[in-house]
Nanobody, 115 residues
Framework: QVQLVESGGGPVQPGGSLRLSCAAS????????MAWYRQALGKQRELVAS???????MYADSLNGRFTISRDNAQSQVVLQMNSLKPEDTAVYYC?????????WGQGTQVTVSS
């Protein structure tokens, strides 16, 4: 099993930045994919960004380059840098890791973008 601990959410004004971190522990040697999802109130959970163990990343089209995902394999940590935040980015953000035979989710961290 892999356990995940997220940090970095909170309130922020439109145009501001936040940095979400997710630290993994346990069977980290089996992690292949690390990602961030989000779920806004009343909406389905959606993929925000993902990054493979080789460092290949992908992003939701709607982000228009505002977010950056990075990964530290040695620290087993994945970071989501969010810039130029908009009210529509308000959601609970979840860390996700997956391997050949498992997947794990973090507990979620709230991001609220409001003036």
């Amino acid at each position: 099993q892999v356990q995940l601990v997220e940090s970095g959410g909170g309130p922020v004004q439109p145009g501001g930045s936040l940095r979400l971190s997710c630290a993994a522990s346990g069977r980290i040697f089996k992690i292949l994919l690390m990602a961030w999802y989000r779920q806004a109130l009343g909406k389905q959970r959606e993929l925000v960004a993902s990054i493979t163990s080789a460092g290949n990343s992908m992003y939701a089209d709607s982000l228009n380059g505002r977010f950056t995902i990075s990964r530290d394999n040695a620290q087993s940590q994945v970071v989501l840098q969010m810039n130029s935040l908009k009210p529509e980015d308000t959601a609970v953000y979840y860390c996700y890791v997956g391997g050949m035979d498992f997947e794990s989710w973090g507990q979620g961290t709230q991001v609220t973008v409001s003036s």
